[in-house]
């Protein structure tokens, strides 16, 4: 009986972890592994800065839930940023919506993210040679008030005799919560893809909670030179003109929400495209807003 209820926890917990599928890079050789139940996993949504001479998160975020906890040693030659890169792709492919990233002496002290954050001692490196992301991917069937979300930590370093390693961290929960990304993420996605998801609104008017906004007005008040277009995306069984209409109002109850908060109006276009599109982030729902930029570096 008892192997049973074993069983049954591990195909649980293996049905959790699979549901985001990340391919393992084929340089890199698992050294430590771990597939856990949480009630208080520190999420790090920021750079760690020294305070009373204690290294300490900018922002985090408690979450309870499954950790699948992976460490990473690169074959030579295979460098952190390469592979920090091609998880990166991946889990941006999967639907990932980024919150925080930070890159070399911007993160804080390597010693602190191997020792405090992440309790893995290999992870010790140089400063300089660090890159940090945290992820939030949802559900297969993100309309679901049960759907799991997955909140992805990505941590690549290089330590002083050459050697490079690899920490993944994937945390699926069933709590609904609601974090945003921050302005630079949101400034550096629209510079790099010239696209960015957006969560957090209003699925009916397309309004952003308070935090989404907040991170969305500041990043589109640093670019005042820019012309950005929301665009809005509906998938329902409908028909394509309900669609289009559907994905208008959300697309002009964003822009009318920005222009309230000091948005310059000629800044912003709003375009409702319904299903008239691929629907490749199959993750994010039947209704989907996005951030294009049109003119401006």
Not at 24 to 50: F, I, N, V
Not at 66 to 73: A, C, N, R, S, V
């Amino acid at each position: 009986m008892f192997r049973l209820y074993v069983a049954v926890i591990v195909l649980l917990f293996s049905s959790l972890v699979n549901s985001l599928p990340l391919v393992q890079y084929p340089h890199a050789h698992e050294m430590y592994s771990s597939l856990t139940s949480q009630d208080d996993y520190r999420l790090t949504l920021g750079a760690l800065e020294k305070i009373n001479n204690q290294w300490v998160p900018e922002y985090e975020q408690r979450l309870a839930g499954t950790l699948d906890k992976k460490t990473f040693k690169l074959d030579e030659g295979h460098s952190a940023q390469e592979v920090f890169q091609y998880y990166f792709k991946q889990t941006q492919q999967l639907g990932g919506r980024l919150l925080f990233q930070c890159r070399g002496r911007s993160c804080g002290s390597s010693n602190s993210w191997a020792n405090t954050r992440f309790h893995v001692k290999q992870l010790y490196g140089l400063d300089d040679k660090q890159f940090y992301a945290v992820f939030e991917v949802d559900g297969l069937d993100s309309d679901s008030p049960s759907s799991a979300r997955s909140y992805v930590t990505l941590y690549g370093v290089t330590r002083g005799n050459k050697r490079s390693f690899i920490q993944l961290d994937v945390m699926q929960t069933r709590q609904k919560l609601s974090i945003s990304a921050t302005p630079e993420v949101i400034v550096e996605q629209l510079t790099q893809e010239k696209t960015f998801t957006l969560s957090g609104f209003d699925s009916l008017t397309g309004q952003l909670k308070s935090e989404h906004l907040s991170s969305l007005v500041a990043a589109l008040k640093q670019k005042r030179h820019w012309t950005i277009a929301i665009v809005g995306h509906d998938f329902s069984p409908v028909s394509l003109e309900q669609q289009k209409q559907a994905s208008l109002v959300l697309a002009q109850g964003l822009r009318d929400q920005l222009i309230a908060q000091g948005v310059k109006e000629q800044q912003i276009v709003a375009y409702g495209l319904g299903g008239l599109v691929p629907r490749v982030n199959v993750n994010i729902g039947m209704r989907q807003l996005y951030v294009v930029l049109v003119n401006g570096q």
